[in-house]
């Protein structure tokens, strides 16, 4: 249902024109999200995901952006019309980003308490004693001790400065939260209890989020929904089953490919070949065609979206071709077939050790 989405975006197109050429960024993007959910964006550095998040915010500098869209809707309001007084207020209320790098989110001549009540001040109709006993709430609520909300961004290490940032985001409780990588500097350790942060609160507020991601795990961790972007557009979506155990589009695969296997850690990895096109001079037709293993002649066309199932769509022409696999979907296919068959002995007596998923993990 259309009053189910919390954001609705149709055929978003984004470029720079700079004195080189112009640069497209965002070619034809549709993206839609429900009240809720958690979607995960994905692809290389150059895909056009950070690009698609701050024209959300309408904050693509201009000029030299351009950003042209069929409509932008956010819980029913057009993003669009909206004057600059009217975004000042949706922006950090309706809508919050968590910006890819804490160390440079935050200003360093305020006090992160300062920083938090700002934003609380400003949206909430509030006195600026109250805003300030909320941020020291809000730190708390992050894992920092409030007796802290004095101290300046330099005292914070960047796990701490993160979670700064996700408090200034998550204060004035968004409907819809934009993550831009909000783990890449982290370690690991830091990088969990920042994802398990993150979900606890996005539950308690009951917010829509949109991670901003090139790492499959956290994908796998917190969202409900992918969309695999590439060369400015979404050429693969769907739930995190469909992408994850139903892949179709060559790049996803070539982007699984890529992770070690934990049940084999002598195999290689097999990376993509080639790099990223240049958006000032994108290839005709499918973008990805000059490193797919499966281009043919054909990929220099239009490329539509093609629905494999209710919830799962993918953008490459070679599925009008009737049989047509990728190497991972044939692999899972093989490996659900000598399931069903070695469940089939079991009901005669014989015992089988393995499930599906496993053994497409050792065969990849």
């Known amino acids: 249902m259309e009053n189910d ?6 055929d978003l197109v984004v470029r720079f024109e700079t004195d080189d050429g112009v640069v497209r960024a965002v070619n034809g993007l549709d993206l839609s999200i429900k009240r809720g959910r958690a979607i995960g964006l994905v692809g290389e550095t150059g895909a056009g995901k950070t690009t698609t998040a701050l024209s959300l915010l ?3 500098p201009d000029p030299p952006g351009v950003v042209e869209c069929e409509k932008i809707e956010l819980d029913g309001k057009d993003v669009l019309a909206m004057s600059v007084s009217e975004l000042e207020e949706v922006r950090g209320k309706d809508i919050s980003m968590i910006f890819q790098d804490p160390m440079t989110a935050l200003n360093p001549v305020f006090t992160v308490g300062e920083q938090i009540a700002e934003s609380i001040f400003l949206h909430e109709n509030v006195s600026r ?4 006993k909320r941020a020291v709430e809000m730190l708390e609520l992050v894992g920092i001790p409030g007796d802290r909300a004095g101290e300046y961004p330099h005292q914070f290490s960047g796990g701490m400065k993160q979670r700064v940032v996700i408090a200034i985001a998550l204060a004035c409780h968004p409907k819809l939260l934009i993550a831009d990588e909000p783990t890449t500097a982290l370690d690991v350790t830091i990088q969990a209890q920042v994802l398990d942060l993150m979900r606890r609160l996005r539950e308690q507020y009951k917010t829509s989020l949109i991670m901003i991601t090139h790492d499959l795990g956290i994908v796998a961790e917190i969202c409900d929904d992918v969309a ?3 060369g400015g557009k979404i050429i ?3 739930t995190l089953e469909d992408i994850f155990n139903h892949t179709r589009h ?5 982007l ?4 070690p296997n934990i049940h084999d850690r002598k195999a290689r990895l097999t990376p993509i070949s080639g790099l990223m096109p240049d958006p000032t001079n994108l290839p005709p037709g499918c973008a990805f065609a000059p ?3 499966y281009a043919v002649a054909g990929c220099g066309g239009p490329q539509e979206e093609i629905a494999v199932s209710d919830t799962h769509f993918v953008r490459c022409s070679r599925y009008k071709e009737e049989g047509f696999i990728i190497r991972r979907r044939a692999a899972e296919t093989a490996s659900m077939s000598i399931q069903e068959g070695k469940e089939s002995d079991n009901a005669g007596g014989g015992s089988w050790p393995h499930s599906a998923k496993s053994l497409q993990a050792e065969g990849e």
């Open 5 to 10: 989405l919390i954001l609705d975006v149709r």
């Open 58 to 60: 309408r904050l693509v």
């Open 129 to 132: 004693q109250e805003a300030d």
């Open 228 to 230: 695999v972007m590439y």
């Open 236 to 238: 693969e979506r769907g």
């Open 250 to 254: 060559p790049y996803t695969e070539g």
């Open 256 to 259: 699984f490919n890529s992770i």
């Open 291 to 293: 490193r797919c293993p």
